[in-house]
C-alpha cells in the first residue's frame, strides 16, 4: 500500500532522503517553522463531499498557509494517514495526488518527505509542515503597531459560502451529507465549492510580505472576525476594519459577490491576514494584499471593530460552534 | 482548553518560538531529521490499559526513538490531538504532561514545541517529531556491510510480553480491554507492563552510536525479526543472528526471563538496531549496545538468519497481524 502511495509523490528538493526510513532528512536554509494540524472524518470533512484528490489538496494547502502565514517557503510535509480497514487503496492514492499537486501548484520546491500508515475508525489524516526563513526573522501575531494599515490577501469568505451551500444542498434533513446534489451544484457553483473543498491560499505572498516588511501575519482559519480578534490580542492593539474598503476589496470574488458578513465569519479560506507599516502602504501594498482597515492603540473596549462598532468574533471553533447538521 | 494543556509544557531550548501562533520556529545545528506517527485508540492503545500520564509518555519515546535511530538529537515534537466532546481536560492534562516526562528523561533538551486540538470520535494523537544532526551524516537503513557487527541497545520483548499478558489477563473473553486486574498485575509484573504503557528506549544511545561509527541503524517498532529484516532488505546483505549471544545478552532483563521468541517477534520495545564495523567491536561496541549477530554479503536465500536457519519475520503489522481480541 505504502509503495503505491509513494509512488505519486515527487521528491521534494529540500530533502536529503525521503520516504522509506526512520526519519527523512532536511537541510533547511536558515531557521525552520513548524506546523502541525489534523482532518478527521466527521467533525473535519464529509467523504460524501471530498474526493480524496480534494482532501488530499486541502491537508496540503490549510497546512502550507501556515507555514506562509510566518513569512516562511515550504519545504516539507509529512503525512500521518489512519484508515479503516476496508478502505481502497485507490483512495490512498488519489490522496496523495492530491497533496502533491497542491505542492507543485501552490508551493513549488515543496514535497511530501515521510508518513505513515495506519488503521483508524474513520479517516484521519495528521500532516505536518516545514518551512525555511532563509536569514529572515519569523513573523508572528504579536508585532502589529499602531499606524500599521491591515491588509489581507486570498478568497475571503467563499469557503464558508462553499460549507453553507453543501450543508443547504448536499445533505439530508438530519445533517447527513450526501454527493446525490454535488455534480449540479458544481456545475452551478464552481468557484465556492472549490473554495471550500480545495482551497487556494496564495501560499508565494508569504514570503512576499516578510520581505515588504510586514509585522504581523496569520493566516485565517477560522473567520476573519476571530482571527483578527487573535491578532489583535496577542499584538496588543486594535483592529479597525473599514466595510467600505472590505466591499471594495472582496464584495466580487472569481464573479461571485460576497457579502461582507460571509467575508467575516466564513472560514476555511486560509488567506493571509497581515499588517504593514504606513510607510509600506503610501509605497504600494505587495501584489495581492488588500488594505481592509488600520491598527490603532489598544483600548480597553473591543479588540476589532466595523466602521467604529466592535465586532463580535464569529465562526468556526470546533468546540463552541456547531454548523448546521454537524 | 489549550491553555491549560500547555501549562504542563516546559519550553524546548531550541524553540525560537513555541506554540501559539501559526508555526512553531527552531533553530537546528546542522541538517535536520523529522518523523510522524499515530496513535489512534482501538488499533494503537487501550484507553483501559494506559492512563493519560503513560499515553504521552509512549507517544514522545516511539517518536524520540524513530530521531534516535538516525544518529540525531531529538529538539522538538509536534502533537496534534484530536478527542470525543465529553473528554476531560485532566485526561489532556495528562497526556501533556506525560510527553513532558518523557523528553525530560529521556532526551533532555527537547520539548513539545507546537500543536492542534480538535475532536474525533476516538481519541487521536498524531506527533511529528524533529531532532538534529549537528553535522554529522544521518544513519540510514542501508550502510550495513559484510563483516560488520549487529548489535542491540534497549529492552528487547519485554513490551510484547507486556500486551500478551494485558491480552490474557486484563481484558474480556470478546478482547475488549478492562482496568478490574490491572492493579494487581502492575504489582505483579511492574517491569514488563512498564515495558508495554510506559517504555522507556535508550534515545541518547542514538547520536552516541553514530559518532561509534554505526554503519546501519533503525528502532526496532514491529519486531526483531521484521525490522532485522528490513534493515538486510535496505542494505542488500544478510544479518545471521546467534541465539546464545541473544540469551547471553537479553535473557535476563530488569529481572525477568525473556524467552528467545519473545524477542524476536515481540514489537514496541523502540531499542536500537545498529551494525557497527568490527574493527569498532574490537575496540568495544558504545555502552549499552550488545552483539547479537553478524553482516554477511546476500544470498539469494532469506535476508535473517537464526543460527544459520532462515527466520520468518512476525510480530505485529496491523495489516496484517490481528493481536488476540484485537
Redesign the interface.
Known amino acids: 500500500?505504502l509503495a503505491r502511495v509513494l509512488a505519486r509523490l515527487a521528491p521534494a528538493p529540500a530533502a536529503?532522503?525521503g520516504p522509506?526510513?526512520?526519519?527523512?532528512?532536511?537541510?533547511?536554509s536558515g531557521?525552520?517553522?513548524?506546523?502541525?494540524?489534523?482532518m478527521?472524518e466527521?467533525?473535519?470533512f464529509r467523504a460524501a463531499w471530498h474526493g480524496g484528490f480534494d482532501l488530499g489538496w486541502k491537508l496540503a494547502a490549510t497546512n502550507l498557509s501556515?507555514?506562509a502565514?510566518?513569512g516562511?517557503r515550504p519545504i516539507?510535509l509529512?503525512?500521518?494517514?489512519?484508515v479503516p480497514?476496508d478502505t481502497p487503496v485507490a483512495l490512498l492514492e488519489e490522496i496523495a495526488s492530491g497533496m502533491n499537486a497542491a505542492c507543485c501548484e501552490l508551493a513549488p520546491g515543496c514535497g511530501v518527505?515521510?508518513?505513515?500508515l495506519?488503521?483508524?475508525?474513520?479517516l484521519?489524516a495528521?500532516v505536518?509542515?516545514?518551512?525555511e526563513?532563509a536569514g529572515r526573522p519569523?513573523v508572528?501575531?504579536?508585532g502589529a503597531r499602531a499606524g500599521d494599515v491591515v491588509a489581507y490577501a486570498g478568497d475571503l469568505g467563499l469557503a464558508g459560502m462553499g460549507l453553507s451551500l453543501l450543508f443547504a444542498e448536499a445533505a439530508d434533513a438530519d445533517g447527513t451529507a450526501h454527493a446525490r446534489t454535488l455534480p449540479a451544484l458544481r456545475a452551478a457553483h464552481p468557484e465556492i465549492l472549490a473554495a471550500q473543498l480545495a482551497p487556494a491560499p496564495p501560499i508565494e505572498l508569504g514570503a512576499v510580505a516578510a520581505a515588504a516588511g510586514a509585522t504581523a501575519m496569520?493566516?485565517v482559519s477560522d473567520s476573519l472576525s476571530i482571527d483578527a480578534d487573535r491578532l489583535a490580542r496577542?499584538s496588543g492593539v486594535r483592529l479597525e476594519l473599514d466595510r467600505a474598503w472590505l466591499e471594495r476589496g472582496f464584495g466580487l470574488q472569481r464573479g461571485v459577490e460576497v457579502p461582507v458578513p460571509a467575508m467575516l465569519t466564513g472560514g476555511e479560506d486560509h488567506g493571509l491576514l497581515a499588517t504593514f507599516p504606513a510607510a509600506v502602504q503610501a509605497a504600494g501594498l505587495p501584489g495581492g494584499f488588500v488594505a481592509i482597515g488600520r491598527v490603532v492603540a489598544a483600548t480597553e473596549r473591543s479588540e476589532v471593530t466595523l466602521d467604529g462598532a466592535p465586532l463580535q468574533p464569529t465562526g468556526w471553533d470546533?468546540?463552541v460552534v456547531r454548523w448546521p447538521g454537524a
Do not use: F, N
Request: charged letters at 20%; a negative charge.
Open positions: 500500500m536529503l532522503l522509506g526510513d526512520d526519519c527523512a532528512v532536511l537541510r533547511p531557521e525552520l517553522v513548524v506546523t502541525t494540524d489534523t478527521i466527521g467533525p473535519d501556515d507555514v502565514a510566518m516562511a516539507g509529512t503525512l500521518a494517514l489512519a480497514r518527505i515521510g508518513g505513515d495506519g488503521t483508524a475508525p474513520v484521519t495528521a505536518t509542515a516545514l518551512g526563513l519569523a508572528t501575531r504579536a496569520m493566516d496577542a470546533p468546540y
